[in-house]
């Protein structure tokens, strides 16, 4: 029972006339694997049990607040130790990623192993066979060489050591190969990912519009014209597209179309069209023509010859907070007005204008648009009016021209880890698939002249207590019938420093 | 999308009522009969649980046919389709162990099968990414069904393995088990593969930790520690078990997140 201790594996995995072969022996482990991803696992549980930090909260100081106090109200003196040990932020923890990159390092050590394994055979835990051969007089390399050709008739790969007294081989060693190689490039890709990618993210674009994308690159883009088809049902339409041109220092260098929900590929960007939705231009004049300045919540006190009001279709809020304070009953909280609602404010004239973007509803024909218009602080409307195309109206003696038009919605950024990522998750597939049908078959050889005769010392990567692995038996009887010897169950080899 | 009438569930009751009959079959003939039933009543049990399987497929397509819309858009059918992805499974890997415990395989599927019924009417389609096209959707949750119904067949041979050793010191097929790896491994890892090409295609982002990504996650990272022991690590027999075992309950966790 010893043998299945933890002590007992450390013993055999550390010897102090090598430490550093020992550290490497360690860390090569696939046991390490095992203890690392069950502590993956383990903090993926956390992650779920306990609440965690959504991106709203993240990216909005206001919003971290409201949550961190919401956390504080549900679990008392308990959320500052979650906070404080990163466990309400565990997907961007130290934690997660201090057990990634010791993954990684275990998974570097453990394909330099797969690929050449010359760290096995100091393992003393493993089951071991010592086959005797008291009769056959034949010198320790015959034995070795006859040994030698039985698994390469069986297809196995056979790596000779030190002396040419001791050799490992193995069969099925590609699956796990892979398996290890594609976890690497995914590993690195999240590494490159987090260092290097950036996002730009909910980029609003109006027709003409110019946006040089920034992050050092020599870029800016144009919608040029941007479409949308409207849903006849009322839901909104998921086919529009805009005609992007590229401009560089010397004027343009492409066009290019970016469909909703399709990913474009310029260079070494990726662009996406996450949405269209509706915009409306305002200005306003006075009676002799001169233009009134006009501001919006938005753009706080300073003021405008024309605003732009961009409008969200749906009835989703403009801006909300998810509070994911329980894991599974989320509770929401929901500031300023609904996206399809904007204002504007005309300081000179005391005076704001409440506009409301009408998506098309079943039995309508086209969207519209509805302008209200409040004196003070008075919550009647003393003006009502709708359109649908651009439009100039009277509102208390000054003149009000709306243009609807519609705008992109981009995403755009740079991430080179995807080069890395799907080809390793690729890879991972194919090795799990090659490997479960053959699992690795590795068996270290030993050989040593004792007392005239020749013994012969196979380990094998199965744990002792279940007993040898069918195709191990099978193995050891071939060679016990070719080389007419007799087989000792048990016995360690004093070269390979296991315990007897 | 109004919800679907009970009539697309008659079939799943009638699949319910072969696979605990088989259960109680099963039960039964090892009572009369000993450790290693006739071989008539192991053929009246594979054609039970091939009506079982005929009946799942019936009440899915049942189903499809009433929404009129790709299959295995929503969490009842994608529930239903493990229950006979379970069944498939068993025929391809049956168990090699005692007769009595092959119930255990019968009554987990039965109970997959009892556990979409109730999820039913279904009153909205399940949506994985909100945008995602519903063929990557019927393909991801294929993916799923059949990753699922691998875990749950290969944890319930186990268990029985674990039962029959227990009580009758007697050594099932030292494979038992070897399903979730074999097959229940591949498919999730290409369920979890497409899910992060679509969130990547459509949305640029691979990755949201959403609660059943991080299930799924959760269960694969489980699966690959039991591939290294199986492996890389020579494992087999009882400690295969205990961690397939275990298993089943991460897959359910992912059934029930989707």
Redesign the interface.
Known sequence: MARNTVKAHWTAWWSSEDPLDSLWRVFAS??L??LL??S??ML??L??ILP?RPVEAITDLMANNLWLTSLRERYHNAADWLVRLKLSDI?RSLWLRGILGLLAFNLLLGTVDLIRPRHGWHTGLERKVLVNDPVLVSSPEQVLECVRQILHDQHYRYLAGKNNRLACADRSWT??LL?YLGLLLILGGLAISERTAW?EDNVTLRPGQVRPLGHGINLAVRADTITAKIDPSGRKA?NGHTELAFLQENGETTRKTLQN???LFYGSL?F?Q?STEPVLLVQAQDANGRNLPLRTPETGATQFMEVALHFREGDTPRYFVVLDVM?GSQLSRQFQQSGLERYVLVPSRDLSLRLRYNPIHPGATTPFFTVEAFRSAETLSFYQHQFHTAETVEIAGDRYSFQPQRYAVI?F?RDYG?VF??PG??L??LG??L???Q??KRIWLAIQPFRGAVNLHLV????AT??E??WFESLVQDIVAALNVEKEAGRNHPALGGKT | MTPIPLMATHPFLAAVLCLLGNAAMHLLASRWQGVSPHKKWQDASRVIAGLALLCLATGLALSIAQRRDWPLMTAPEVIAASAAAAIVWRFLHPYHGEWQWEALCDLTAGALAIWGIARWPVSKTTSVLP?MPQSWQFVLHLALALACGAFIHAGSTALACLLSEKRAHKICD?GSG?CA??LG??FL??S??LR??TG?????V?WN?S?AE??Q??AW??Y??V?????????????VWVLTTLGMSLALAMLNAI
């Open positions: 696939p046991y694997t095992m991803l069950a993956l696992a993926i549980c992650g779920i965690q997907h699956g796990p398996v996002w998921n929900l399709t990913p990726l996406y996450t894991p995403k950024g995807l990522i799907l998750a690729v991972v597939l799990i698939i490997s479960v049908r699992p690795l094998v990567n199965a744990p279940e007993g692995p069918p | 945008v030292e070897y790896i074999s491994l591949p890892t290409a979890l593969l992060a090409i990547l295609y459509i949305r640029g691979y930790w609660t991080t299930w996650l959760l990272v489980f690959v520690i591939w290294c022991a199986w492996v890389l690590q020579g494992w087999y027999g009882r400690r």
